[in-house]
Nanobody
């Protein structure tokens, strides 16, 4: 069955960095574009980043542009989110999903705090 397993979250100080990973299984990963989403406390889930199936095209929400980088390794069926210059408002549970979306994984918690 389809599985999306996010990892790499944690507690980080403002200005710090984290690299999130999402391991996919149960579908042909290389055929699908991927998204990273996040859901902050008391907020709706929002789209953060997009990458096409080849990894040649990316797009970002304005709130993370220039700080976050999405990438993928089709041989490992894994998509990544490199997050730099983290801010308090980046605190959220981060999820990945394919385009179109499949059943959600458990997400990985990112807490930005001093």
């Amino acid at each position: 069955q389809v599985q999306l397993v996010e990892s790499g979250g944690g507690l980080v100080q403002p200005g710090g960095s984290l690299r999130l990973s999402c391991a996919a299984s149960g579908f042909t990963f290389s055929n699908y574009a991927m998204h990273w989403y996040r859901q902050g406390p008391g907020k709706e889930r929002e789209l953060v980043a997009f990458i096409n199936n080849y990894g040649s095209s990316t797009n970002y929400a304005d709130s993370v542009k220039g700080r976050f980088t999405i990438s993928r390794d089709n041989a490992k069926s894994t998509v990544y989110l490199q997050m730099n210059s983290l801010k308090f408002e980046d605190t959220a549970v981060y999820y990945c999903n394919s385009v179109p979306p499949r059943p959600w994984g458990q997400g990985t918690q990112v807490i930005v705090s001093s």
